[in-house]
């Protein structure tokens, strides 16, 4: 392909609560759980952030520092299982909100976490296609488990944003393929407030066969094996998930380092493996190559094969501020304010 990412954003917001903090309240061991997780902390976003504010600061920071004027934009898609509205796009709020409008393409995608990765290569398509000059693909999310549910204990907010286009690319797509099945390993009907989950099942027969299968195919498409790579990037559910199947695979710890970012911020669910595909940029070298494996409940993984090129040098990855500023501490609440940001407590006739 010709095509690949022009240039990238991300934004995580800055409250953060601890497991050890949420297992306090409920009575159980949260440090262990968290531990277990290899989640060290969670964002909360604030009561005045959702995904639409997520995905338009990711979006400002990816066109500011790509130099790239909002009118030339020709599709954008916000992938996310936490969209503001049931009826009503989230993707015509980020288009207004950067400049974008009226002249483009815009719907919300929905994959649980890889709406945002399905997004890309819908993008790759149109660009693909010469229909569109720039495409813009972001995965984003506020997701939260119920109270007392293991999901509390990682489900947090995030999202990055990616200019895909066939100009400057400092990020080429030479392959890119998916791997899908029906398997109901997590699900929310209409008008329930928390999701479910089949608890183990999540697993093997979700998570792991399809990553590692999607993963698998890669190589033999791509004639691939793991040390072609100098960075790997996971769905990350939890901080454990991705190191397994990275070493499953073959994967270092090394080529895995910059990709994992949950134990640092939780699950960003659409945006946790775009966020550490950020972070891997943010850090890459002109000539390496990639590889990028989501995964979403339901269930699918979608791959990508990433060569950097030279163009990096000359992308100014300084403006805004780098993935590694938001897998800091950030500003730590205890359960009752982060209940109060989440709309855990409900009023009767609210």
């Known amino acids: 392909m010709e095509a690949g990412i022009v240039s990238y954003g991300a934004y995580v917001p800055r409250y953060r609560i601890t497991p050890g903090e949420i297992g306090r309240v409920w009575g159980v061991d949260g440090e262990g759980m968290g531990q277990g997780l290899n989640v060290i902390r969670k964002s909360v976003p604030a009561p005045d952030e959702d995904t639409i504010t997520i995905s338009t600061e990711a979006l400002r920071v990816a066109l500011a520092r790509g130099g790239i004027d909002p009118q030339t934009i020709g599709a954008l898609y916000v992938g996310s299982e936490s ?88 990020a080429r797509v030479r392959h890119t393929l998916s791997y899908t099945t029906d398997t109901p390993d997590f699900w929310r009907r209409e008008g329930q407030r928390y999701p479910s989950h089949g608890g183990r099942f999540t697993g093997e027969p979700a998570y792991f066969r399809h990553v590692t299968e999607c993963a698998k195919q890669m190589f033999a498409r791509a004639g691939t094996g793991p040390t072609d790579y100098a960075h790997v990037v996971f769905h990350q559910p939890n901080g454990k998930f991705p190191q397994r199947v990275g070493k499953q695979l073959g994967f270092t710890e090394a080529q895995m380092k910059y990709g ?91």
């Open 83 to 170: 969209h503001p509205y049931a009826v009503k796009p989230t993707a015509t709020v980020v288009a207004s909100a950067v400049g974008a409008t009226p002249n483009l393409t815009a719907a919300d995608f929905e994959f649980a976490c890889k709406a945002g990765t399905a997004a890309i290569q819908t993008c790759l398509g149109l660009v693909g296609a010469e229909m569109i000059r720039y495409g813009v693909a972001i995965g984003t999310d506020t997701s939260q488990g119920a109270p007392g549910d293991a999901l509390e204990y990682s489900a947090s907010a995030g999202g990055a944003a990616f200019v895909i286009g066939r100009e400057h690319v400092i």
């Open 260 to 350: 994992l970012v949950t134990p640092y911020i939780g699950n960003t669910y659409s945006g946790a493996a775009l966020i550490g595909l950020s972070n891997v940029l943010d850090h890459a070298a002109a000539g390496e190559r990639v590889l990028m494996v989501g995964y979403g409940s339901g269930a699918g993984s979608d791959a990508f094969d990433f060569d950097v090129t030279d163009e990096i040098t000359n992308y100014d990855r300084t403006f805004g501020r780098p993935v590694q500023d938001f897998l800091d501490p950030g500003v730590e609440i205890p359960y009752s304010v982060y209940a109060k940001f989440r709309g855990k407590i409900h009023l009767g006739g609210s």
